[in-house]
């Protein structure tokens, strides 16, 4: 059975930096695309970040430059640096993998930036 775990969360002051995981398991196949997604409460599932293990990669306006997605091959992990986050309310963030063809989403996982 295919698990995506993530794992990453956390409290962190504005300007700080999380490093989220997203980890696919109980599989054969390479993780061919990683995207992420957050979503404050009361709010629609925001996309932020998409990587293709092939090397392209796509950020929204609002973490460009901030956020760095990629996929650690060995790993079968994608990954989501997040460097100079700010304040906000209380941000689930969610990755989904694609194996093959078939899409998993992650469990989720809280980040919270406050000082």
């Known amino acids: 059975q295919v698990q995506v775990v993530e794992s990453g969360g956390g409290l962190v002051q504005p300007g700080g930096s999380l490093r989220l995981s997203c980890v696919a398991s109980?599989?054969?196949?390479?993780?061919?695309?990683v995207a992420w997604y957050r979503q404050a409460q009361g709010n629609q599932r925001e996309w932020i970040a998409t990587r293709l293990r092939a090397g392209a990669y796509n950020y929204a306006d609002s973490v460009k430059g901030r956020f760095a997605v990629s996929i650690d091959n060995a790993k079968n992990e994608g990954i989501l640096q997040m460097n100079n986050l700010q304040l906000e309310d209380p941000v689930v963030y969610y990755c989904?993998?694609?194996?093959?063809?078939?899409?998993?989403w992650g469990q989720g996982t809280q980040v919270t930036v406050s000082s």
């Open positions: 109980g599989t054969a196949f390479d993780m061919n695309i």
């Open positions: 989904k993998a694609t194996l093959r063809t078939r899409e998993y």
